[in-house]
C-alpha cells in the first residue's frame, strides 16, 4: 500500500524482502542478481498493490494471535497493517517494576490517563483527537515510557520531532503505517505553522503525502503523538481553542533530590512486556467504554489551564481586573481595547500580541466573552470598528460615563 509491503506480521522492509529475494535467486542466477532482485521487488509493487488495508479498531494484533475487546483472545492470525511484536499472555505476572517506576514518576490519578493513552496506541483509530505531553524539568524518567512504548509497538513506532513533522513535507509521509511517533525532547521553540500536527492528531479521512523522487498520492494516517518534554507546547500565531484542546498536558512529579537512578531499570521493564500489555488493555477497554473520551484528572485540568494563560496573553488579559468593565450598554473601539491591553503587558511584563493579531482573536473570542463585534461604533462623534459590552477602563478619565456609552 502506498510504497510500503505488508506481510501477515504487518509493515515487512524493503531491504529484508530484497534479502529474501536474493536468497532465493542465489541457486539459479550467477550475475546481476541485484538488478533482477530490484525488478522482481517492481513487479511485486504492482501485483499486490492494495487501495487501503483494513483497519480493525475492535481487536488488537498479538504476535501469537489475535485479541478481540469484546470476545478475548484467540490464537488466529489475520492480514493486518500493525502487528505487535510481543505475544498475548493471560497468565503475565503483575508487571511489578513498571507499576512502581509509574507510581515514581506520576501522580495516582493521572498514571489513568497514561494508561488509557497506551492502550489507545495499540489500535489504528484517531478518535480520542488528542496528543500526550509529559512534562518535567528534566531526570525524572520520562523516557522510560518511550521505552516500553517501543517494546510493546516495535516496528510500528518511530521517533520525530514536532517542529520537522510541522515543517519538512516529507516528515508526514514516514508517519503512514505507524501506530504511535514520539517526540523525546521536544524543543521550547514555538511551533510557526500548526496546521499539519491538528490534522494528523484529528486525522478522519486520506490526506496528501509526498516522499522524496516519488509522485504524492493519498494516503491515510492514524498514528498517534507522544511527546516528553521540559514545557508546555506553544505556537508562534494559533493559540485557538482548536491548538489546545488537541493536547493532554501531564506533569510528572519532581524527581526527589535523595534518589539513586537504576542503571538496569530498562531490562526490568522489558521482562515485564507481557503484563504491561495486559495492563494497557485494560486502559483501552476503559477508554473504549468512555467513547474514546480520556479520564483527565482535576489536577492536570488545572495544569492545562494554567499552561495556556501563560502562552496566550489575550486570556489572561481577560482574567485581570482594573483595565476594563463589561457592562451590556458600552462601546468600546478596538483600538481603546488594545491600548488596555498594551498597559496590562506593559505593568506585567507580558509580550503582547500584535495590533492585527488581537484584532482577529477578538473577533473569534467575541461570543465567548459576552461581547458583540460592530464594525460601526461611534464615539464623541467618531466611527471605528469595535465592541459592546464593555469599555476601557483609561479611556474614561474625566469623561461622563453615560458619553462613552456611545450613539
Request: with cysteine.
Amino acid at each position: 500500500m502506498g510504497c510500503t509491503f505488508y506481510d501477515i506480521d504487518g509493515v515487512m522492509s524493503e531491504d529484508r524482502l530484497k534479502k529474501e529475494i536474493v536468497d532465493d535467486l542465489k541457486p539459479y542466477v550467477r550475475t546481476n542478481i541485484i538488478r533482477k532482485a530490484n525488478q522482481i521487488i517492481e513487479l511485486m509493487r504492482c501485483e499486490a498493490l492494495c487501495d487501503e488495508l483494513p483497519k480493525h479498531t475492535d481487536r488488537v494484533h498479538f504476535k501469537n494471535g489475535t485479541f478481540f475487546l469484546d470476545k478475548g483472545f484467540v490464537p488466529d492470525k489475520e492480514f493486518c497493517a500493525n502487528r505487535l511484536p510481543v505475544d498475548y499472555n493471560a497468565d503475565a505476572p503483575e508487571p511489578k517494576a513498571w507499576l512502581r517506576f509509574l507510581d515514581e514518576l506520576l501522580y495516582p490519578e493521572d498514571i489513568v490517563t497514561l494508561q488509557e493513552f497506551m492502550g489507545y496506541m495499540l489500535i489504528p483509530t484517531t478518535k480520542a483527537q488528542v496528543m500526550l505531553m509529559l512534562i518535567g524539568s528534566g531526570g525524572e524518567g520520562k523516557s522510560r515510557v518511550g521505552f516500553m512504548c517501543k517494546n510493546l509497538l516495535g516496528c510500528n513506532m518511530n521517533i520525530c520531532t514536532l517542529n520537522k513533522l510541522s515543517t519538512d513535507k516529507f516528515c508526514p509521509a514516514d508517519q503512514e503505517g505507524m501506530l504511535l511517533m514520539i517526540d523525546d525532547d521536544m524543543k521550547m521553540d514555538a511551533l510557526t505553522d500548526t496546521g499539519m500536527l491538528k490534522s494528523i492528531v484529528t486525522m478522519e479521512s486520506k490526506m496528501d503525502l509526498e516522499r522524496k523522487g516519488k509522485q504524492s498520492y493519498q494516503g491515510y494516517l492514524y498514528v498517534r503523538i507522544m511527546v516528553f518534554g521540559n514545557g508546555a507546547l506553544n505556537a508562534l500565531y494559533d493559540k485557538s481553542d482548536g491548538f489546545y484542546r488537541r493536547q493532554i498536558c501531564m506533569k510528572v512529579k519532581e524527581k526527589p533530590a535523595d534518589r539513586v537512578d537504576d542503571r538496569n531499570l530498562s531490562e526490568k521493564l522489558a521482562l515485564e512486556t507481557e503484563g504491561v500489555a495486559l495492563w494497557c488493555l485494560d486502559g483501552l477497554k476503559r477508554l473504549v467504554a468512555n467513547g474514546f473520551h480520556f479520564t483527565i484528572s482535576d489536577r492536570t485540568k488545572r495544569n492545562q489551564a494554567e499552561m495556556r494563560r501563560e502562552e496566550d496573553s489575550i486570556m489572561d488579559f481577560f482574567e485581570s481586573s482594573g483595565y476594563f468593565t463589561f457592562d451590556s450598554e458600552a462601546l468600546c473601539t478596538t483600538k481603546d481595547l488594545y491600548d488596555a491591553y498594551k498597559m496590562w503587558g506593559e505593568d506585567n511584563a507580558v509580550k503582547v500580541r500584535s495590533e492585527s493579531s488581537f484584532s482577529k482573536e477578538m473577533k473569534q473570542r467575541a461570543d465567548k466573552l459576552g461581547i458583540a463585534y460592530m464594525k460601526n461604533v461611534s464615539i464623541d462623534g467618531k466611527t471605528a470598528r469595535g465592541y459592546k459590552g464593555l469599555y476601557a477602563n483609561h479611556t474614561l478619565k474625566d469623561v461622563p460615563f453615560e458619553i462613552r456609552k456611545g450613539a
